[in-house]
């Protein structure tokens, strides 16, 4: 029987207040102020400040732990992939428009 994988995108548009936040200074970074916004939130999501930034779109389930496999940068927003084990999205499904728009076909 074939088992399905937990899988998670999150899109974090930056320019916003959100994005502005501290996060970097809760883990005590030096010189965090000479890295740029996205740079600070690519931080402070790898040293695990995800689910303190984000807890309501965490996906919880028992027996389940998500991993934060990568981080790819946008001119917007900075997109996250998550998942129990590292797979490729299908892009025909993201969240990402730069890639489920090349999947439509114009007619």
């Not at 501290?22 to 890295?35: I, K």
């Not at 930034?53 to 790819?72: A, F, Y």
């Not at 940068?73 to 797979?87: C, D, R, T």
């Given at each position: 029987m074939e088992r399905n994988f937990t899988?998670?995108?999150?899109l974090?548009?930056?320019g916003?207040?959100?994005t502005l936040g501290n996060f970097c200074e809760e883990y005590g970074m030096d010189n965090?102020?000479?890295l740029t916004e996205k740079e600070r939130l690519e931080v402070a999501c790898w040293n695990g400040m995800l689910p303190v930034m984000l807890p309501e779109i965490i996906i919880k389930n028992p027996g389940v732990k998500l991993h934060l496999w990568e981080i790819r940068e946008a001119s917007a927003f900075i997109k996250l992939e998550l998942g129990e084990y590292y797979m490729d999205f299908d892009r025909h499904y993201s969240i990402n428009p730069y890639a489920f728009m090349s999947t439509i076909?114009?007619?």
């Amino acid at each position: 029987m074939e088992r399905n994988f937990t899988q998670q995108e999150i899109l974090l548009v930056t320019g916003t207040s959100f994005t502005l936040g501290n996060f970097c200074e809760e883990y005590g970074m030096d010189n965090h102020y000479r890295l740029t916004e996205k740079e600070r939130l690519e931080v402070a999501c790898w040293n695990g400040m995800l689910p303190v930034m984000l807890p309501e779109i965490i996906i919880k389930n028992p027996g389940v732990k998500l991993h934060l496999w990568e981080i790819r940068e946008a001119s917007a927003f900075i997109k996250l992939e998550l998942g129990e084990y590292y797979m490729d999205f299908d892009r025909h499904y993201s969240i990402n428009p730069y890639a489920f728009m090349s999947t439509i076909q114009m007619s």
